[in-house]
Protein backbone atom coordinates (compact mmCIF):
# COMPACT_ATOMS: atom_id res chain seq x y z
CA UNK A 1 0.00 0.00 0.00
CA UNK A 2 1.21 3.20 -0.36
CA UNK A 3 1.38 5.95 2.05
CA UNK A 4 4.27 8.36 4.46
CA UNK A 5 6.37 6.79 7.06
CA UNK A 6 7.36 8.74 9.64
CA UNK A 7 9.92 7.37 12.38
CA UNK A 8 10.91 6.72 15.23
CA UNK A 9 7.22 7.09 16.64
CA UNK A 10 8.86 8.43 19.65
CA UNK A 11 12.07 10.31 20.10
CA UNK A 12 13.95 11.72 23.23
CA UNK A 13 16.26 14.57 22.98
CA UNK A 14 18.63 15.67 25.42
CA UNK A 15 19.80 19.58 25.94
CA UNK A 16 22.12 20.83 23.29
CA UNK A 17 21.53 17.44 21.08
CA UNK A 18 20.07 17.41 17.53
CA UNK A 19 17.85 14.90 16.44
CA UNK A 20 16.34 13.78 12.83
CA UNK A 21 13.12 12.78 11.91
CA UNK A 22 12.51 10.14 9.49
CA UNK A 23 10.17 10.71 6.57
CA UNK A 24 9.54 8.46 3.58
CA UNK A 25 6.53 8.09 0.99
CA UNK A 26 5.90 5.70 -1.86
CA UNK A 27 3.39 7.74 -3.08
CA UNK A 28 5.32 8.78 -5.81
CA UNK A 29 4.41 13.33 -4.91
CA UNK A 30 6.60 15.87 -5.64
CA UNK A 31 5.89 18.29 -2.84
CA UNK A 32 6.65 17.09 0.92
CA UNK A 33 5.94 19.13 3.76
CA UNK A 34 6.79 19.28 8.10
CA UNK A 35 4.58 20.48 10.26
CA UNK A 36 4.47 20.84 14.12
CA UNK A 37 1.56 20.24 16.68
CA UNK A 38 1.31 21.65 19.96
CA UNK A 39 -1.37 21.26 22.50
CA UNK A 40 -4.59 24.10 21.78
CA UNK A 41 -2.60 25.23 18.69
CA UNK A 42 -3.50 24.46 14.84
CA UNK A 43 -0.49 22.43 13.06
CA UNK A 44 2.41 25.08 11.92
CA UNK A 45 4.59 24.58 8.87
CA UNK A 46 7.93 24.27 9.33
CA UNK A 47 9.66 23.52 6.39
CA UNK A 48 8.22 22.21 2.43
CA UNK A 49 10.05 21.00 -0.70
CA UNK A 50 8.35 20.82 -3.87
CA UNK A 51 10.67 19.28 -6.08
CA UNK A 52 14.18 16.93 -5.23
CA UNK A 53 17.48 19.21 -4.39
CA UNK A 54 14.92 21.94 -3.18
CA UNK A 55 12.87 22.99 -0.44
CA UNK A 56 11.65 26.63 1.32
CA UNK A 57 10.91 27.78 4.83
CA UNK A 58 7.49 27.94 6.55
CA UNK A 59 6.09 29.67 9.38
CA UNK A 60 8.56 28.44 12.50
CA UNK A 61 11.78 27.06 10.63
CA UNK A 62 13.87 28.99 13.27
CA UNK A 63 16.18 25.85 14.70
CA UNK A 64 15.13 23.27 11.88
CA UNK A 65 16.99 21.94 9.06
CA UNK A 66 15.57 19.49 5.90
CA UNK A 67 17.20 18.34 3.34
CA UNK A 68 15.77 16.61 -0.03
CA UNK A 69 18.10 14.50 -1.63
CA UNK A 70 15.52 12.25 -3.20
CA UNK A 71 12.17 12.50 -4.28
CA UNK A 72 10.97 9.79 -1.45
CA UNK A 73 12.45 11.42 1.46
CA UNK A 74 12.26 14.65 3.54
CA UNK A 75 14.16 14.26 6.68
CA UNK A 76 13.64 16.92 9.54
CA UNK A 77 16.53 17.53 11.70
CA UNK A 78 15.87 19.47 15.14
CA UNK A 79 18.65 21.09 16.14
CA UNK A 80 19.78 22.54 19.42
CA UNK A 81 19.11 26.00 18.26
CA UNK A 82 15.67 24.89 19.09
CA UNK A 83 14.60 25.82 22.28
CA UNK A 84 11.06 24.41 22.40
CA UNK A 85 11.08 21.10 20.06
CA UNK A 86 8.87 19.51 22.61
CA UNK A 87 5.58 18.88 19.96
CA UNK A 88 4.15 16.24 17.53
CA UNK A 89 5.73 16.22 14.20
CA UNK A 90 3.58 15.42 10.97
CA UNK A 91 4.99 15.19 7.93
CA UNK A 92 2.80 14.98 4.32
CA UNK A 93 3.00 15.05 0.67
CA UNK A 94 1.11 15.66 -2.09
CA UNK A 95 1.13 15.48 -6.26
CA UNK A 96 2.47 18.68 -6.47
CA UNK A 97 1.91 22.49 -5.88
CA UNK A 98 -1.42 23.74 -7.71
CA UNK A 99 -2.73 20.29 -8.14
CA UNK A 100 -6.40 20.05 -7.61
CA UNK A 101 -5.33 17.12 -4.79
CA UNK A 102 -5.28 17.10 -1.74
CA UNK A 103 -2.51 16.12 1.41
CA UNK A 104 -1.57 12.81 3.03
CA UNK A 105 -0.19 12.85 6.16
CA UNK A 106 2.22 10.32 8.38
CA UNK A 107 1.51 8.94 11.94
CA UNK A 108 3.80 11.50 13.95
CA UNK A 109 6.61 11.44 15.72
CA UNK A 110 6.46 12.86 19.36
CA UNK A 111 9.61 14.67 20.20
CA UNK A 112 10.75 15.15 24.14
CA UNK A 113 13.38 17.05 25.80
CA UNK A 114 14.46 14.96 28.90
CA UNK B 1 -2.71 36.14 6.04
CA UNK B 2 -5.30 33.44 6.36
CA UNK B 3 -6.73 32.43 9.27
CA UNK B 4 -9.18 29.32 10.31
CA UNK B 5 -11.55 29.03 13.15
CA UNK B 6 -13.72 25.71 13.67
CA UNK B 7 -16.47 26.53 16.20
CA UNK B 8 -17.23 24.66 18.20
CA UNK B 9 -13.99 23.94 19.99
CA UNK B 10 -15.21 20.67 21.61
CA UNK B 11 -18.86 18.90 21.17
CA UNK B 12 -20.15 15.92 22.80
CA UNK B 13 -23.19 13.92 22.07
CA UNK B 14 -25.26 10.67 22.71
CA UNK B 15 -25.13 8.06 19.93
CA UNK B 16 -27.14 8.27 17.00
CA UNK B 17 -27.70 11.87 16.55
CA UNK B 18 -26.95 14.07 13.88
CA UNK B 19 -24.51 17.15 14.16
CA UNK B 20 -22.40 19.91 12.33
CA UNK B 21 -18.76 20.68 12.53
CA UNK B 22 -18.38 24.56 11.50
CA UNK B 23 -15.23 25.85 9.91
CA UNK B 24 -14.51 29.73 8.86
CA UNK B 25 -11.69 31.35 6.79
CA UNK B 26 -10.80 35.07 6.06
CA UNK B 27 -9.20 34.62 2.71
CA UNK B 28 -12.08 33.53 0.06
CA UNK B 29 -9.07 33.32 -2.38
CA UNK B 30 -8.61 29.12 -1.48
CA UNK B 31 -7.90 26.37 -3.83
CA UNK B 32 -9.66 23.89 -2.08
CA UNK B 33 -10.61 22.89 1.85
CA UNK B 34 -10.11 19.25 3.45
CA UNK B 35 -11.48 17.75 6.33
CA UNK B 36 -8.94 15.65 8.55
CA UNK B 37 -9.84 13.26 11.10
CA UNK B 38 -7.01 12.82 14.18
CA UNK B 39 -7.02 10.07 16.64
CA UNK B 40 -5.25 11.03 20.09
CA UNK B 41 -1.63 10.40 19.44
CA UNK B 42 -2.18 9.75 15.71
CA UNK B 43 -1.97 11.47 12.17
CA UNK B 44 -4.64 12.56 10.26
CA UNK B 45 -6.69 11.04 7.88
CA UNK B 46 -8.11 12.80 4.96
CA UNK B 47 -12.09 12.76 5.31
CA UNK B 48 -12.86 15.13 2.26
CA UNK B 49 -11.67 17.56 -0.61
CA UNK B 50 -13.93 19.57 -1.82
CA UNK B 51 -12.18 21.92 -4.49
CA UNK B 52 -12.87 25.89 -4.55
CA UNK B 53 -15.63 25.31 -7.46
CA UNK B 54 -17.29 23.02 -5.72
CA UNK B 55 -20.56 23.35 -3.26
CA UNK B 56 -19.95 20.01 -1.42
CA UNK B 57 -18.72 16.93 -0.95
CA UNK B 58 -19.77 13.22 0.03
CA UNK B 59 -18.60 10.16 1.48
CA UNK B 60 -21.03 7.57 3.67
CA UNK B 61 -22.15 9.53 6.71
CA UNK B 62 -20.31 12.49 5.99
CA UNK B 63 -21.32 15.58 4.20
CA UNK B 64 -19.04 18.18 3.68
CA UNK B 65 -20.10 21.99 2.29
CA UNK B 66 -18.29 24.95 0.93
CA UNK B 67 -19.68 28.53 0.57
CA UNK B 68 -16.23 30.40 -0.28
CA UNK B 69 -17.61 33.54 -0.96
CA UNK B 70 -18.74 33.61 2.44
CA UNK B 71 -15.59 31.94 3.88
CA UNK B 72 -17.39 29.29 5.40
CA UNK B 73 -17.65 24.83 5.26
CA UNK B 74 -19.70 22.49 7.07
CA UNK B 75 -19.19 19.16 8.02
CA UNK B 76 -21.92 17.01 8.75
CA UNK B 77 -22.57 13.59 10.26
CA UNK B 78 -24.91 11.80 10.16
CA UNK B 79 -26.13 9.06 12.73
CA UNK B 80 -23.20 9.49 14.71
CA UNK B 81 -21.39 6.36 16.65
CA UNK B 82 -18.95 6.34 19.21
CA UNK B 83 -16.19 5.69 16.87
CA UNK B 84 -16.77 8.70 15.41
CA UNK B 85 -15.35 10.63 18.22
CA UNK B 86 -12.11 11.89 17.39
CA UNK B 87 -10.91 15.60 16.96
CA UNK B 88 -11.91 17.02 13.19
CA UNK B 89 -9.61 19.39 11.63
CA UNK B 90 -10.35 21.85 8.52
CA UNK B 91 -7.57 23.19 6.46
CA UNK B 92 -7.60 25.33 3.23
CA UNK B 93 -5.35 26.03 0.35
CA UNK B 94 -4.13 28.75 -1.01
CA UNK B 95 -4.66 30.13 -4.37
CA UNK B 96 -2.88 33.48 -3.81
CA UNK B 97 0.69 33.98 -5.09
CA UNK B 98 3.05 31.86 -3.34
CA UNK B 99 0.60 30.63 -0.98
CA UNK B 100 -0.76 28.09 -3.20
CA UNK B 101 1.38 25.20 -1.46
CA UNK B 102 0.63 25.92 2.01
CA UNK B 103 -2.50 24.45 4.19
CA UNK B 104 -3.46 26.84 7.35
CA UNK B 105 -5.44 24.44 9.70
CA UNK B 106 -8.04 25.31 11.71
CA UNK B 107 -7.41 24.65 15.99
CA UNK B 108 -10.00 21.80 15.65
CA UNK B 109 -13.30 20.17 16.92
CA UNK B 110 -13.36 17.53 19.69
CA UNK B 111 -15.82 14.84 19.53
CA UNK B 112 -17.03 12.74 21.55
CA UNK B 113 -20.33 10.58 20.71
CA UNK B 114 -21.16 8.73 24.35
CA UNK B 115 -22.91 5.23 23.77
Known amino acids: DGGITQSPKYLFRKEGQNVTLSCEQN?????MYWYRQDPGQGLRLIYY???????QKGDIAEGYSVSREKKESFPLTVTSAQKNPTAFYLC?????????????FGSGTRLTVV | KQEVTQIPAALSVPEGENLVLNCSFT??????LQWFRQDPGKGLTSLLLIQSSQREQTSGRLNASLDKSSGRSTLYIAASQPGDSATYLCAVRGDSGGSNYKLTFGKGTLLTVNP
Open chain 1, 27 to 31: LNHDA
Open chain 1, 49 to 55: SQIVNDF
Open chain 2, 27 to 32: DSAIYN
Open chain 1, 92 to 104: ASSIGQGAAYGYT
